[in-house]
């Protein structure tokens, strides 16, 4: 499990129902308990309460990864290929799905985990990467 110290630029994986399997980005403010633990401000969320106040909330280590590489986050030529695995922003995290079509300038995503299908401009997509064993795997194609 890597370890990360204040600062870090970070992603956390939401384990909540209706939020599974999407990634938020935020920054590592603290480790606690051995690096078991991190607190965490998000860069997009917010407190409940206050919606002017980045959320904190302290998490799992497993639910923490590195930021993905900026070579490829985004494709620089927008074009993406029919069920290539790919992270959609929506509701304020990465989501990930699979390419479905494409009309005009936006590509068609399926989300296997709630069914849904959505449009996207390209700018809002990403090359789908995992973290696996301490460093970043691409998968191209789910099926």
Known sequence: MPVFSKGDKVEVCSKEEGFLGSYYEATVLSSLNNNTRYKVRYKNLVEEEDQTRPLV???WA???????????????????SYLERVDAFDNDGWWAGSITGKQG???WVYFETTGDELAYD????????????????SFKKRF
């Open 105 to 107: 300038l936006k590509y």
């Open 62 to 80: 497993d639910e923490v990864r590195p930021m993905p590489p900026p070579v490829i986050v985004n494709r620089a030529d927008g074009v993406f």
């Open 57 to 59: 909330e302290v998490v």
């Open 122 to 137: 390209a700018s809002r997509l990403r090359n789908h990467i995992e973290w696996r064993d301490y460093h970043w795997v």
